[in-house]
């Protein structure tokens, strides 16, 4: 108990440290009494001040909403499916959100934020959907790399298809946000419109934390303990619908963040999901807004897609995740 305090606590003063690093360091460095001042004193005449209230700090606070979100999806999802690969990322929940909205973008290219934020939840339902269905199809039901396959099909399918409609309907500069995936140029209202949903999405997933340790230990043990199955994987799904959604509409498509994170998680805190679920909300967070960070240091005044930095991350991490599966490690 003492170490799991202990880990949430580190996590919590690691992403502190994060947050001050993000919103201090870019293209013009700014001293963290100018940041306090900025906060706290606000000078709408000073050049500083007004990059931090309106780029630096709600960059550095979307970074780690996203980041808490997709780290909290992706254990809520390897926990009721007992699925070490499944994540928003891999499963056709981000690919499906961006088809969704690279499509509306199309259509009417005037669409508030808030309508995006309904067709980033649609588009996520609709890619889930259909990798279940695609992984379920052949016989022998659906295994852990078999729903890894079908999520990359689908994902490269829904991927195809949406460059195909920002090149038909040349809408590349529109979209550069989902494609290239950052935090960069997050405003204000759009941080302050996602976050409610993103707090209510935690705040579920927290709360259905233990009755996810009860189903990742498997459906007869769950059912035998007296857990509503279908009601926590209805509940679970509505979660992981809001959080995966609310962060593409914001961020766009980053992915790997939701498979890594809970595996870390897991390996520091054990099997209570009463422990992974809240840890991997901070780790995201720190994940993210270190990897963003990274994106602007590299080559600066120049940024590298932070979706490319959590690919380098991801990638050897996933293949090695399937690997262990297939040799049933």
Known sequence: MVRRFTIILSGMFLLLAGLLLSVSY???????????????????????????????IPRALAAALVGAALGAAGALMQGITRNP??????????????????????????????VLIGLSFAGAAVGVTVVFLVGSAQRGGLTPVRLALAGAAVS???GAFTSFIIVYYKIGQDVLFYTAGGVQGVQEEQLLFVAPWIGGG????????????????????????GL?????RIVAALAILILAGSSVALAGGIGFVGLVV??????????????IVPVSAV??????????????????????????????IGVPF?????WRDERGI
């Open 85 to 114: 690969l499944a994540s928003p990322s891999l499963m056709g929940l981000n690919a499906g959100a961006g088809l969704m909205l690279v499509l509306g973008l199309a259509l009417s290219p005037t669409l508030g934020f808030t």
């Open 202 to 225: 935690l705040i579920v997933a927290l709360l259905l934390s233990r009755s996810v340790s009860l189903l990742s230990l498997g459906q007869d043990v769950a059912t035998g303990l």
């Open 283 to 312: 780790l995201g967070a720190c994940l993210l807004i270190f990897a963003d960070l990274a994106a602007r240091m590299i080559n600066p005044p120049y940024e590298v897609p932070v979706g490319l930095m959590t690919a380098l």
């Open 26 to 56: 870019g293209a013009a460095d700014i001293s963290y009494s100018t940041i306090v001042r900025a906060v706290f004193a606000f000078d709408g005449l000073d050049n500083d001040h007004l990059i931090l209230r309106e780029f630096r």
């Open 262 to 275: 809970p595996h870390v998680s897991r390996f520091l805190t054990g099997l209570d999901y009463r422990w």
């Open 318 to 322: 996933f293949l090695m995740l399937a």
């Open 156 to 158: 490269a399918f829904f």
């Open 228 to 232: 509503n199955i279908v009601h926590v």
